[in-house]
Every structure is written in C-alpha cells, then in structure tokens.
C-alpha cells in the first residue's frame, strides 16, 4: 500500500476540501477528453497529480508544476 505524503505549492501547504486532513495519496491521473479519445489519441491528453486524501478519500487535482509532495 502506498504511503502517506503532505503536499504544498509555493510554501503552502494543501488541505483536504472536505475534511481539512493533511495526508494524501498521490496518482497521475489523466484528464482525457472525448474527441481525443475517438481518435484513439487518448494517451496524448494532459495529465494532472491527484490527490486522494488518506482520511476520506476526497480527490483534489493539481496541474502546477510548482506541486511539491513531501513523506508525511
């Protein structure tokens, strides 16, 4: 299983929205689109960083490259 990381942008740290936990998971998570995918060119659609939060499992996503992932 993985392990809990805390994650911040810019020195801030995140929260979870629905609980205000602090421990997340953390997966590449591809936002694809319709058209992409109709074109069988779904692996070129952008990817974002999900953030699962360990507590209740509320799902944030991040496309900033300034997102920071630290061992919790």
Do not use: H
Not at 16 to 24: H, I, L, N, Q, V
């Amino acid at each position: 299983m993985a392990k809990p990381v805390r994650a911040a942008i810019g020195g801030k740290w995140i929260r979870c929205g629905f609980c205000g936990g602090d421990a997340f998971r953390d997966r590449e998570v591809k936002l694809n689109s319709s058209g992409m995918e109709l074109l069988n060119l779904g692996w070129a659609n952008e990817s974002a960083t999900g953030l699962i939060c360990w507590n209740c499992g509320y799902v944030q996503l991040f496309m900033n490259d300034d997102l920071d992932l630290y061992k919790a």
